[in-house]
Every structure is written in C-alpha cells, then in structure tokens.
C-alpha cells in the first residue's frame, strides 16, 4: 500500500513464538542487559504529570482528554525523563506503555525502564517494538493474575523478556521509515475523519429538526418556553420527565442475565457484542433489571448521550438509572432520536451535579424534572420512519469511511509489527527519506488512531461510557 517492501535476504529461528523468523544478523538478549528498572520518586508532586496511552504513548496529562481518578496530592510519584520506558503494570497486555518524550511524574503503579550506557538501543525503537501487536502477546504471556483486568507486570517479569538486537543504524533507518509511515496514514485518516464530521453534523441537523419541530414546515410554531429548546410546533406537548417515567430498582438475584452495554454511540446492546475487557465486575449480581421499552442512562455521562431505549431485557451496571414508562405517550424510536440531540445533552449536564466533568451525574430527581417534548404517536412514528429514511445513506457514507479507516489502522498495526520484528527490509528505502521526518510525525503523535487511556484505571462497570 506504501512501498513494495521485500524481506531480508537470510533469516534464521529467533525461536520465539511471537517473533518468528529473525535477519540472519540479528540476536536476542534478556530486556535485562538493555534496561534498567528506575524508581525515583518526586518529593514535592508539582513536576509535569505525564499519562500513558493506548494510541499515544506517555504524554502529558494536561493535553489528554483525562479527568478521571486524580489524586489529592503527586508527592512519591515515580519520575521519568524523556527516552525512558514507562509501564502501567496492570495495563501492559493492553497496551498501556510506552517511551516518554517529556519529564514528569507517572503513577507509583507503573514501571519505569531506562536504557542502558553501553546498550546502543534506540529508544523510539523500543517504544515501536513494546507497542506492537506481536510483542503484546509476550506482555500478556508475562502479566499474571486472577483476571483480564488485573493482569500485573512486575519488574522481574519484563526484565526477563526476550528483545531483538539489530545494528544502531538499522534501528534508525526503520524509526525514520516508521515516521514516514505514521505521517502518511495519519493524514489520509485525519481527512476521512473530517468527512465523517461533516456527514454527521448534516445527519444531526436533519434530527434535530424532525424531533423538534415536525415534518410539516406549514405547521404554526409556539414558543417552547426553554432557551434551550426553543420554538415547537403549536400543538405538541411539553410534559416533565416525572409525568411519563417512573424509577426501577429492580436487581438481579444471580447475575445470569445478558449484561447490557449502553453507550453514547449504539444506545443499549449486548455487552457480548462489544469488545470490551475494562470494567468488568467479578460478579452481576445486585445489578438491575430492564425491560423492553426501558430507558436506561449511564448517569454520569448523560451528557454524552450514553442513554438509550431498550429493545431486550437485561441487566445494566447499578450505577445506571433505569426509568419506565408511564403509559404509551412516547415511540421508542422517537424518544431514543429526540434525548440525544445536542439541546438535551446540553440540558442533562445543565442539571447534572458533580465537582468535574467526568463524575457529573443527572440523577433520577434532577431528569425527573426536565421537559420533554411528546407530538401525537402518529407523527412520533412519521418522525422516526423519516430521519431513518433522510439519512440512511449519510449513515452508508460514514460506515464505509469508517471501514476505510479501520483498514488503514489494521495496515499500520500490520506494517509496524512486520518492520521491527523484522519480516519487511526497510534500510534501503529509509535511506530516501528526509532526516527531519520525525518532526512531523511527532505532530501526529498517532492522533487518528483511536485511544484509551489506562491512568490509574479502576474497574468500575460504570466508569467509561462504553
């Protein structure tokens, strides 16, 4: 797709699983005799405190979209310097590592490794190589526990680990390759992305719309009464939430039943469907009950429209508020169209209580007394059978950029694990390309390839809207 890479001329057996056929003159060495484990601590906390991210490696926590678990003080967090090799113990299988191009302060629970004086390792190099998909099978094979979730890797654990050795040289000329890649993908997916910004904000306005003022543009308009809301057709109806819902609590005695995700993008489906290892609980137990026809709301990201009407019966985290409705006014696709749109979201976290963003939660009083708007069933159903109509193809448009996308993120995952683990010869070819690449590559900083965050992760079932 980028360049017609061939392989190296000679391999032999690295006799490793997850590095297969190595260059003929490569070796492998214990992590041991490249790294050092490093555990200074800060004395005071106020130094730069640095994050560690699934897409992004370590970067500083101020430039993350990070406002979760912080602590009341940083003082004894562990420091690192740019070049060092920062690990979350308990994230390493899933990808939370990384080399550190800032000093800082990083979590106690990580490990810091450094390279050492007389090892000519480069560190960009490590950071490609612990990063990628085939290393990632040594870091789970390492990481021990009791559960996904809380798989640990200690020091003697990593230290111990198998890394290929390759010339200084060559370890350059594929960082300089890899950059020049990042770079490439980056910017084809940056421009599908704001393709698919554009095709949303034209699919949201057609919601938008449908749901507050109808589908007849002929119909007398009133005002709503709510800056937020604004102007609404005369003859439908503004009824607070506490008039049309009812609180559930019901909860579950085994736990057995299908566990349900709700997220702000698919509202509620099957938490089987999604590929999702983070916030598991050890047991469902206690977690509630819902029915078809239920609205469930993730209440501490409302205000991302983590909500959703739901078409099955299952159980949802406790922490989830689960409202049934009173009567037959509302079309469940109406109302699952009509509380995501921007104005309500805006309302949800108006009214939602928490001293920062990410624990802002609209609890059952506060929804309770939102207004929501309810047309006659009839055009309730003619609103949901048109937007569906209207922006079927926009929804098209948008699933095949983002397939696009998806190959171009399953290619560079590919590309990278074949460069440095050695199945693709890149010298020549980097030996081309301009020295100061990884200026621009840094710019990147891999920005449209996803990302998680594992900062000091628990695993609350509610914590992340999924």
Request: charge should be positive; charged fraction near 25%.
């Amino acid at each position: 797709m980028i360049v017609d890479l061939k392989p190296y001329e000679t391999y032999r057996d690295s006799e490793l699983p997850w590095l297969g056929q190595i260059p003929s003159h490569w070796q492998v060495k214990r992590a041991k005799s490249i790294l050092l484990a490093i555990d200074r601590r800060s004395k005071t906390g106020t130094e730069e405190l640095l994050t560690v991210s699934s897409a992004k490696g370590v970067v500083p926590r101020s430039t993350a979209k990070v406002t979760m678990f912080k602590a009341k003080s940083y003082a004894g967090y562990k420091l690192c310097w740019p070049g060092d090799l920062a690990i979350n113990s308990l994230w390493a299988w899933g990808g939370g590592l990384g080399v550190s191009k800032h000093h800082g302060i990083i979590s106690t629970a990580y490990g810091v490794y450094r390279v050492r004086h007389d090892a000519e390792y480069n560190p960009r190099y490590l950071d490609a190589l612990v990063r990628s998909q085939p290393y990632n099978w040594e870091l789970k094979l390492r990481s021990k526990g009791i559960w996904i979730s809380r798989l640990q890797l200690t020091d003697e654990s990593f230290l111990n680990s198998p890394l290929p050795i390759l010339p200084s040289d060559e370890q350059e000329l594929i960082v300089r390759f890899l950059d020049w890649a990042s770079v490439r993908l980056g910017k084809a997916i940056a421009a599908k992305r704001k393709v698919i910004g554009l095709l949303e904000e034209q699919k949201q306005a057609i919601i938008h719309r449908a749901v507050t003022r109808g589908l007849d543009d002929t119909v007398p308009l009133k005002p709503s009464g709510l800056d937020w809301l604004g102007d609404v057709p005369e003859h439908w109806v503004l009824r607070r939430a506490k008039y049309l819902f009812r609180e559930i609590d019901d909860r579950s005695r085994t736990g057995t039943e299908e566990l349900l995700s709700v997220s702000h993008i698919t509202g509620i489906t099957p938490r089987s469907q999604k590929n999702i290892t983070m916030f598991k609980a050890r047991t469902y137990v206690g977690h509630k009950i819902c029915r078809e026809h239920d609205l469930v709301i993730n209440t501490m990201w409302a205000w991302m429209a983590a909500l959703g009407v739901s078409g099955i019966e299952g159980i949802v985290s406790p922490a989830y508020a689960v409202y049934r409705p009173r009567g037959n006014k509302l079309v469940d696709g109406f109302l699952d169209l009509l509380l995501r749109i921007s104005a309500y979201r805006s309302e949800f976290l108006s009214r939602s209580t928490g001293i920062r963003l990410s624990r802002m939660r609209l609890y059952p009083e506060a929804f309770f007394r939102i207004p929501i708007l309810v047309p006659p069933k009839k055009e309730q159903l003619a609103i949901v059978e048109s937007v569906s109509s209207s922006t079927v193809s926009l929804g098209k448009n948008i699933e095949t950029l983002q397939r696009e996308i998806t190959l171009l993120q399953e290619y560079r995952t590919r590309l990278i694990a074949d460069v440095v683990t050695g199945k693709l010869d890149v010298r020549e070819f980097a030996r081309t390309l301009p020295a100061d690449i990884a200026e621009e590559a840094a710019e990147l900083a891999y920005s449209e390839f996803g990302d998680q965050d594992f900062s000091d992760a628990d695993d609350e079932l509610a914590g992340e809207p999924a």
